[in-house]
């Protein structure tokens, strides 16, 4: 049985980053992938991204061939974690690139973070939104249980998804007044708005979390 783990390369930034955190966290034979065979066979899929939504939805639309592996293999169980636009693009769209359909896995749309929050000192939030956010759960989550009650995490983004069944939000980070998508969950898939290769402790245990996760 294979133990690859694919990191899906669709073209959206460095991702070798990403690959290294995942060795360090215990992934064995961690792979960067670019076809949609590389996805089939592998046993857990990771879909990181950086950039605009329209970019990532375009390589990797439902009826492109990556695309349609990733889809294939969600549907098949595979554990799946998406890293920033690998968690946005699994909803239907994005305010972001009007015309630009995702892959449709859950219902819901991407949208802009407000641009006149302000924090508890009133002053006002920059978008895009980077630096480090504390996170909370919505329930458990095995793949979210890092060794902190409220963990903090790297952020890098100016937009966040809203899911029309709210349950699928798994955890939430606050950005002044709004509560803002932080990670989404439903059987086999595992979206994070974070970057976990870039949050240091916190983000390889979770990342350790979803190479040892059965799903």
């Not at 595979?78 to 892959?103: A, N, T």
């Not at 000192?121 to 939104?129: A, C, D, I, W």
Request: hydrophobic share 40%.
């Amino acid at each position: 049985m294979s133990r690859t783990v694919a990191v899906v390369d669709a073209g959206l930034g460095n991702l070798r980053s990403v690959v290294r955190a995942l060795e360090r966290a215990g992934g064995g034979d961690v792979r960067l992938v670019d076809d949609p065979q590389g996805v089939r066979d592998a046993a857990r899929v990771v879909v990181p991204g950086q950039g605009a939504f329209g970019e990532c939805a375009a390589a990797l639309r439902p009826d492109a061939p990556l695309g349609s592996a990733i889809v294939e293999s969600i549907r098949a169980g595979k554990p799946y974690l998406g890293i920033c636009l690998g968690l946005q693009v699994l909803f239907e769209s994005s305010e972001e690139s009007p015309g630009h359909p995702g892959l449709g896995v859950f219902p819901g749309r991407v949208v802009k973070l407000p641009p006149h929050e302000t924090d508890e000192e009133g002053r006002r939030l920059k978008v895009p939104h980077i630096g480090w956010s504390r996170i909370a759960q919505r329930g458990t989550h095995p793949v979210l249980e890092v060794p902190s009650a409220e963990p903090w995490f790297y952020f890098v983004h100016s937009y966040h998804a809203r899911p029309v069944d709210e349950r699928l939000t798994a955890a939430i980070a606050g950005f002044g007044a709004i509560p803002i998508t932080a990670a989404i969950a439903r059987d086999n898939v595992v979206g994070v708005q974070f970057h976990p290769e870039k949050s240091q402790e916190m983000g390889l245990a979770l990342l350790a979390n979803f190479l040892g996760w059965r799903a």
